[in-house]
């Protein structure tokens, strides 16, 4: 599946999605996220959920792979699920 950006780019929704997902599920990424997370949100339960609203919200994929990583570490140190 294609999507196009705003820039008017067509980038295939695999290469944005594959590399975020490819971070979440690093172990050393799992683990800073454990960290950061509070204990009654499991570390597995937040990347799920972060695939699925990338999933389901193409427009994220207007995002650059770091941005997105840097928001799910924003959104882990205060508490939240995205």
Known sequence: ????????EIVKRGA???KVEAWVNNPTFQ???K???PSIIKPE???AVALTS?????RLLECTPVSLIRCLLQ???VGLEV
């Open 35 to 37: 960290d950061m997370l």
């Open 75 to 77: 959104a882990a140190t």
């Open 45 to 47: 339960r937040f990347a």
């Open 31 to 33: 683990a800073r996220i």
């Open 16 to 18: 944005v999605t594959d």
């Open 54 to 58: 990338l999933s389901r919200n193409p």
């Open 1 to 8: 599946m294609v999507n196009t950006l705003s820039s008017g």
